[in-house]
């Protein structure tokens, strides 16, 4: 089974004295269920699942009372030889989202101390609205992706000592051995390839199988263009496949703006801003918003319909290339210089800041930012913030000059900035290069 961070938060959730229910969010296909499906069993001498999507007759079992005793009694009704052993049974509401009523029903489970709730979603951001009184304080989130770089290093066999030595060459700013060095730009250049799908990475691991696992995540990808014809609304389900159709091309612009006119000539931010709503609400994708100004707070100087789009694995958006241009990265020997490849060298840049937005987004960056003045003279791939302030993220596909970075950091109020690259670590003042594997690190 593959290790998955999102297992040591349920444990620990499982651990708290006065726990409230577990909601697990995420896109579809990430493990949510595998995962809390195997600590059920594992963990609990009764699991019951109910998956609302799978079993929609479920969803009358919340039609009535919400209480506690009610819906045992119905769950009963569903299913007599289902067993509660008190203090010893975990139940897990499966695509709750297609129940709301079980959504509110959280706010009764969770004053029950005679089983533990665990509940997952895909597309919680659009049940909400349906929800007729929300669990608020009954619920402990937990967010969850496919796997990030660090947790598809582990499922490659790389040790935990080893993270853990390149993790203390980031925090002292020295120079990683560069038999270490280029190990890890092969494992980078994998996971660009492979993504991080569970099912994708089961497929490849065995006999490091590309041509398999290349078949699975365009099995993955046209599921989810599937989803969208599936769940979204009619008015919206065209437009937004539409926009995820259009991401490869967005990226493989000079400026990499999402643009209405790519998905449609003369589209418009009035007909199709929806559609990005949605997917953004279906974990399917991760919007990054330019910003007026590079100061604290970010989120004040956001610039409305003025976004780069993502999709929320870098492996999903490989498969919507040839499978070409997957052979021409992992020929790389390096991931220096211009490619040979026609076709990798136009998607390289765009590429590149796809796996970056991956690896934030996995590492629990909430919202990101990034910054392109009018002219297009300064532009920054990502824009941070924590204690010492606002942290700009240069992303360079080749060993090219930082000027945007540099000009950025003559602001007194930047402590400091990265420039992520194929380079080994440097220190030049205020700029910090860094491998773009590191990136698992800020």
């Given at each position: 089974m593959l290790r998955r961070k999102a297992m040591e938060k349920i444990e620990a959730w499982k651990r708290m004295k006065k726990k409230k229910c577990l909601l697990v969010n995420g896109a579809r296909q990430v493990g949510k269920t595998f995962l809390v499906r195997e600590f059920g069993r594992a963990n609990y001498s009764s699991f019951i699942e109910l998956n609302f999507l799978e079993k929609p007759s479920l969803k009358t079992i919340f039609d009535g009372e919400l209480d506690a005793d009610a819906v045992r009694a119905g769950i009963r009704l569903s299913d007599p030889g289902v067993k509660f052993r008190d203090g010893d049974t975990m139940i897990f509401l499966d695509e709750i989202q297609e129940c709301p009523n079980a959504i509110s029903a959280l706010k009764f489970l969770a004053e029950d101390p005679r089983a533990d709730i665990a509940a997952s979603g895909s597309a919680l951001g659009m049940a909400y609205g349906r929800v007729s009184s929300y669990p608020v304080g009954s619920i402990d989130y937990l967010d969850m992706h496919a796997l990030d770089f660090e947790e598809f290093l582990w499922a490659l066999g790389v040790e935990e000592d080893e993270i853990r030595l390149l993790r203390d060459y980031y925090l002292r700013r020295e120079t990683v051995p560069p038999a270490i060095h280029l190990s890890m730009q092969k494992y980078l250049r994998q996971y660009m390839v492979i993504g991080g799908m569970p099912e994708v990475v089961d497929t490849f691991l065995p006999e490091k199988d590309y041509p398999a696992a290349d078949e699975v995540q365009r099995r993955?990808?046209?599921?989810?263009?599937?989803?969208?014809?599936?769940?979204?609304?009619?008015?919206?389900?065209?437009?937004?496949?539409?926009?995820?159709?259009?991401?490869?091309?967005?990226?493989?612009?000079?400026?990499?703006?999402?643009?209405?006119?790519?998905?449609?000539?003369?589209?418009?931010a009035r007909k199709f801003e929806s559609s990005l709503d949605w997917l953004a609400n279906a974990n399917m994708i991760s919007v990054v918003t330019n910003v007026g100004f590079v100061e604290y707070p970010l989120k004040a100087h956001a610039l409305e319909n003025n976004t780069r789009i993502y999709p929320n694995d870098i492996g999903l958006l490989m498969a919507a290339y040839d499978y070409g241009l997957k052979k021409a990265l992992l020929e790389e020997e390096t991931m220096d210089g211009r490619p040979g490849n026609i076709v990798l060298r136009t998607a390289k840049g765009g590429l590149y800041e796809a796996l970056i937005a991956d690896m934030l987004t996995k590492a629990g960056h909430r919202e990101l930012f990034f910054y392109r003045n009018e002219p297009g003279t300064v532009e920054m791939e990502f824009l941070l913030e924590n204690a010492d302030g606002v942290i700009p993220v240069e992303v360079k596909a080749g060993k090219k000059s930082s000027r945007s970075l540099a000009n950025l950091l003559k602001k007194e109020d930047i402590p400091y900035g990265y420039k992520l690259a194929s380079q080994n670590i440097g220190v030049s003042d205020k700029m910090i290069t860094l491998p773009l594997y590191m990136a698992i690190f800020l």
């Open positions: 993955i990808y046209r599921d989810y263009l599937a989803d969208i014809a599936r769940f979204a609304a009619p008015d919206v389900k065209i437009k937004a496949e539409s926009c995820y159709r259009s991401i490869p091309l967005q990226l493989s612009k000079e400026n990499h703006k999402f643009q209405y006119s790519v998905v449609e000539k003369k589209g418009t």
